[in-house]
């Protein structure tokens, strides 16, 4: 079956680290265009990092600086590395493949897991 | 950055009913513009792809126009399960969403 299963959410301090994972199965995220989006609580959607198959990486603003996306092609897994974190971090994290139909196309995130909670408060 | 704005941000519609919801962009983005259902406590769900291109799977019901600036997803006969959250998302430079409108039954 193709999903993504993420864990590693938790409730952490102000200032603290955390790491996320995202598992996958029935494909290969080295190959794959890969992302986080987070929602903070009744909030909408907000795209966070990407990690392109040739290892680029890009980010929002919100999080340039702090948060580092990354892959272990070897266990099929998607990390974000989250540091000095704050409270308007707080969210549920997903991760998402990036899909296009053809070449040139738009790409949009046609997989998603089903999320993981990050709290940040004291 | 491109910023993107939508209206309204909350309706209420009957079963059967037509919807439409606006999608505007700070930017020209093309046809980048994806189209995304949230159901509460759930993951988002790709409906529409590149304005008006339906993803496999989604109904017929649900269809999306608009380049440039400006986008429009509509529902054709709403059902109950249509309740959800809806939001756009431009794909011409990295990724933003839309702020979301909120779908109901009346």
């Known amino acids: 079956e193709v999903q993504l299963v993420e864990s590693g959410g938790d409730l952490i301090q102000p200032g603290g680290s955390l790491r996320l994972s995202c598992e996958a199965s029935?494909?290969?995220?080295?190959?794959?265009?890969m992302n986080w989006v987070r929602q903070a609580p009744g909030k909408g959607l907000e795209w966070v990092a990407v990690?392109?198959?040739?290892?680029?990486?890009y980010y929002a603003e919100s999080v340039r600086g702090r948060f580092i996306i990354s892959r272990d092609n070897s266990k099929n897994t998607l990390y974000l590395q989250m540091n000095n974190l704050k409270r308007e971090d707080t969210a549920v994290y997903f991760c998402?493949?990036?899909?296009?139909?053809?070449?040139?196309?738009?790409?949009?995130?046609?997989?998603w897991g089903r999320g993981t909670l990050v709290t940040v408060s004291s | 950055d491109i910023e993107m704005t939508q209206s309204p941000s909350s309706l209420s519609a009957s079963v059967g009913e037509r919807v439409s919801i606006t999608c505007q962009a700070s930017?020209?983005?093309?046809?980048?513009l994806n189209w995304y259902q949230q159901k509460p406590g759930k993951a988002p769900k790709v409906l529409i792809y590149?304005?008006?291109k339906l993803e496999t799977g989604v109904p017929s019901r649900f269809s999306g126009s608009g380049s440039g600036t400006s986008f429009t997803l509509t529902i054709n006969n709403l059902q109950p399960e249509d309740v959800a959250t809806y939001y756009c998302?431009?794909?011409?430079?990295?990724?933003?969403f839309g702020p979301g409108t909120k779908v109901d039954l009346k």
């Open positions: 998402a493949r990036d899909k296009r139909a053809y070449t040139n196309g738009a790409w949009y995130f046609d997989l």
């Open positions: 029935g494909f290969t995220v080295g190959t794959n265009y």
């Open positions: 990690l392109y198959s040739g290892g680029s990486t």
């Open positions: 930017q020209d983005i093309r046809n980048y």
């Open positions: 590149e304005a008006s």
């Open positions: 998302q431009q794909c011409e430079n990295l990724f933003t």
